[in-house]
């Protein structure tokens, strides 16, 4: 089974760094998914880390420590359309993603 | 090549009607899973399927919900009688293979289901 952790909300500045954390418990661990969902629309994949370490895509970057059963994504350069959910997920046993809360984060001048 | 088709986008049903959301997955995929999400909560996983196969539907409740995916066509969710704790965003989404943790789903826009 798998308990996935994230805070509900989180509030920073545009131009500036954020991080958002994610903390999991799972057994049969096979990588971890960040989703981002702007309000009313899909979820769309941001980035999937199955190895230890960070893993960079422009601005945004994914972190993950298996042994700790932590990752982050991280924000740079923050633009307002930037503010949507990000959602934190990881196999829910079989083929099932199991997702987070999400964390509502909003982007302010 | 578009992406996952959900229709309709909003749906509106009176208590004790029947809702029928349809999906069509992503050209190449044919794995579908559905989800359902409600007002400030996370995606919870509902039913996997194949085409004509029902693989996993541990998260579907086992009263009035039902979900298939026929040879030809769409993906359907049905819900009969529904009731006004059905309301919520159905997402749909497709992969090209059955581990949805190793390649990313897709999802479509979802269903908006509101229940009078």
């Known amino acids: 089974g798998q308990n996935i952790d994230q805070p509900t909300e989180m509030t920073a500045t545009e131009g500036a760094i954020v991080q958002i954390n994610c903390t999991y418990q799972t057994s049969g661990f096979n990588g971890l998914f960040w989703y981002q969902q702007h309000a009313g629309e899909a979820p769309t994949f941001l980035s999937y880390n199955v190895l230890d370490g960070l893993e960079e895509k422009g601005r945004f970057s994914s972190f993950l420590s298996r042994s700790k059963g932590y990752s982050y994504l991280l924000l740079k350069e923050l633009q307002m359309k930037d503010s949507a959910s990000y959602l934190c997920a990881g196999p829910g046993g079989g083929n099932k993603l199991t997702f987070g809360t999400g964390t509502q984060l909003k982007v302010e001048l | 090549n578009a992406g996952v088709m959900q229709n309709p986008r909003h749906l509106v049903r009176r208590r004790g009607q029947e809702a029928r959301l349809r999906c069509s997955p992503m050209k190449g995929h044919s794995h579908v899973y559905w989800y359902r999400q409600l007002p400030e909560e996370g995606l919870k996983f509902m039913v996997y399927l194949q085409k004509e196969n029902i693989i996993d539907e541990s998260g579907m409740p086992k009263e009035r919900f039902s979900a298939e995916f026929p040879k030809e066509g769409p993906s359907i969710l049905r819900i009969q009688q529904v009731v006004r704790g059905d309301s919520a965003a159905y997402f749909c989404?497709?992969?090209?293979?059955?581990?949805?943790?190793?390649?990313?789903?897709?999802f479509g826009n979802g269903t908006r289901l509101t229940v009078t």
């Open positions: 989404a497709s992969s090209p293979g059955g581990d949805s943790y190793n390649s990313p789903l897709h």
